[in-house]
């Protein structure tokens, strides 16, 4: 998959209100745990993200959804698979992220935020309702599948790239962004991004999205040509350019914001949506090294996640923060912590996600105990769910075993269900293991 990034952009001041923080956040889709330059000893140029690592906070231990549908939708929600039914990614068929499922974007609207999502969508569009300008951003420019080609704009033999310019924009009003095809998407996105800012009334909230390196391999040569003698490995090679122009993206929004006079008082989130396809779901050249598995795996190189947060005017210097957060935090912070409006009471589904913001800006410890992994991406052969504490025990139960077409292919371990047809609960600990190499044996648990 291609590098898909959704950056959220929430800017300003709300009547008489005290000025808010402009809030970007940048959702890099399958940005493997070793693919900023930071990690891999600057193998691939992230001139911004490295940026972001010091003079930000860089987190530790982070965990998002094994592929993209359940990790968006937990974003957007603050709820979990367990309960929001979306559980992996959503195909071409006839359901999405539930209609009654109340947004961040529909959130920060109430507070005054103008709401725009840039790049990939996959939270369902099988009826206009479920597309984003139904779910709380007054525009959209981008695609509603999980990928496309960077080029094209195709997938699944028909054009996805679409344009639409208010809130409720369905039958009649959404436009095919036809003028678009050639262009490659990930700088028509990074482009749109930064029109809107410039654009923007700066006294005002706005919330963003936008597309990076989700399959398929696809980079203009300009982008790739830099790591020809360096990196040897083509899939690699290709990869490393996708990132590259995603870090070049993100550096323009950064640009723009700074420009605009916006940036001193901006959030910026960056923030994988899985681990970086290798082994089990279509491999493109992502690393999640030194961790175990890839997307779609309950292993932690499907899981823990690479996040960034860039906060000027709230950070003196960078950090690596240690505290356990989960993708569902990102709601509850962004709106209670960073918007300062305390989501009243039955606004939403109960929430499965802390405000951690004080904790963030703070270096403090964080109040999450635990988490859950739920289930590996149907793809690969279900197994889990899987838990953890904060002291780094990690349990992954197996379901019964469940043929699949993949699993007669499988012949790397990390690419097998954790227990193959052995149901036996599976203990790590990752304090002394992060890697997931070995069990913990039974005499010592």
Request: net charge negative; aromatic share 12%; hydrophobic share 35%.
């Amino acid at each position: 998959t291609m590098l898909a990034s959704l950056v959220l952009l929430l800017i300003g001041q709300v009547h008489s209100r005290p000025q808010r923080p402009h809030i970007i956040f940048h959702v890099i889709d399958d940005f493997g745990w070793d693919d900023p330059g930071f990690r891999n000893s600057y193998q691939i140029k992230t001139p911004t993200l490295n940026r972001f690592h010091e003079q930000g906070v860089t987190f530790d231990q982070y965990y998002v959804l094994p592929s993209c549908s359940p990790s968006r939708a937990t974003f957007m929600s603050g709820r979990m698979p367990l309960h929001t039914g979306i559980n992996n990614w959503i195909p071409n068929e006839a359901y999405g992220l539930p209609a009654d499922e109340t947004t961040l974007a529909t959130l920060l609207g109430w507070q005054g935020y103008r709401c725009h999502a840039v790049g990939k969508w996959h939270l369902g569009f099988f009826k206009s309702e479920y597309t984003p300008t139904f779910r709380g951003f007054e525009s959209f420019y981008g695609y509603y599948e999980g990928s496309e080609d960077y080029f094209l704009h195709t997938t699944g033999g028909g054009y996805d790239l679409h344009r639409e310019g208010r809130p409720n924009c369905g039958v009649g009003c959404t436009q095919v962004a036809w003028d678009d095809a050639g262009e490659y998407s990930t700088n028509l996105f990074a482009a749109e991004a930064v029109r809107l800012i410039q654009a923007h009334n700066a006294s005002e909230p706005l919330f963003q999205a936008w597309q990076g390196v989700h399959a398929p391999r696809q980079a203009p040569e300009q982008y790739v040509a830099p790591y020809q003698e360096q990196i040897q490995d083509e899939a690699r090679r290709v990869f490393a350019g996708m990132v590259s122009a995603v870090d070049e993206g993100i550096g323009n929004i950064t640009d723009a914001l700074e420009a605009k006079g916006m940036l001193a008082n901006s959030v910026v989130i960056v923030t994988t949506d899985n681990g970086g396809p290798v082994h089990e779901c279509a491999g493109i050249g992502a690393s999640n090294y030194p961790l175990r598995g890839g997307k779609c795996s309950i292993w932690e190189g499907g899981t823990r996640g690479t996040a960034l947060l860039f906060a000027p005017s709230f950070l003196q210097q960078g950090f690596t923060w240690p505290g356990l957060m989960h993708a569902a935090d990102w709601l509850p912070t962004l709106v209670e912590g960073v918007a300062r409006f305390e989501i009243p009471r039955g606004a939403t589904k109960p929430l499965d996600g802390f405000n951690l913001w004080h904790q963030l800006i703070g270096n403090l410890a964080s109040p999450r105990i635990d988490l859950y992994y739920g289930i590996a991406d149907a793809s690969v052969g279900k197994h889990g769910p899987a838990l953890r504490d904060a002291e780094g025990w990690k349990l992954i139960l197996d379901w019964p075993p469940q043929p699949s077409q993949n699993q007669s292919n499988q012949t790397n371990q990390t690419n097998q269900k954790p227990g193959g047809n052995d149901q036996r609960p599976r203990l790590f600990n990752l304090n002394e293991d992060p890697g997931e190499h070995c069990e913990v044996e039974e005499q010592q648990r």
